[in-house]
Nanobody
Framework: QVQLVESGGGLVQPGGSLRLSCAAS????????MSWYRQAPGKERELVAG????????NYADSVKGRFAISRDNAKNTVYLQMHKMTPEDTAVYYC?????WGQGTQVTVSS
């Protein structure tokens, strides 16, 4: 069955960096657009970034443009989210989405 497993979350100081990974299985990964979403406490889940099946097209929420970068390695069935210049407003559970399925999420906390 389809599985998306996120990793790489944790505690980071303001201004710091973190890289999230999402390992996919159970479907033909390189045929699917993949996305990262996040959900902060008390807020709705929001789209952070997306990447086309072969990686040629990416899109970002305005709040992360210039700071975050989404990428993928189709040989490893993995999508990444590199985050830089992080702020407390980036604190959330980050979810991978693809093939109509969600991962379990990984907590990211930005705090000094």
């Amino acid at each position: 069955q389809v599985q998306l497993v996120e990793s790489g979350g944790g505690l980071v100081q303001p201004g710091g960096s973190l890289r999230l990974s999402c390992a996919a299985s159970g479907f033909t990964f390189n045929n699917y657009f993949m996305s990262w979403y996040r959900q902060a406490p008390g807020k709705e889940r929001e789209l952070v970034a997306g990447i086309s099946s072969l990686g040629g097209v990416t899109n970002y929420a305005d709040s992360v443009k210039g700071r975050f970068a989404i990428s993928r390695d189709n040989a490893k069935n993995t999508v990444y989210l590199q985050m830089h210049k992080m702020t407390p407003e980036d604190t959330a559970v980050y979810y991978c989405f693809g093939h109509g399925s969600w991962g379990q999420g990984t907590q990211v906390t930005v705090s000094s």
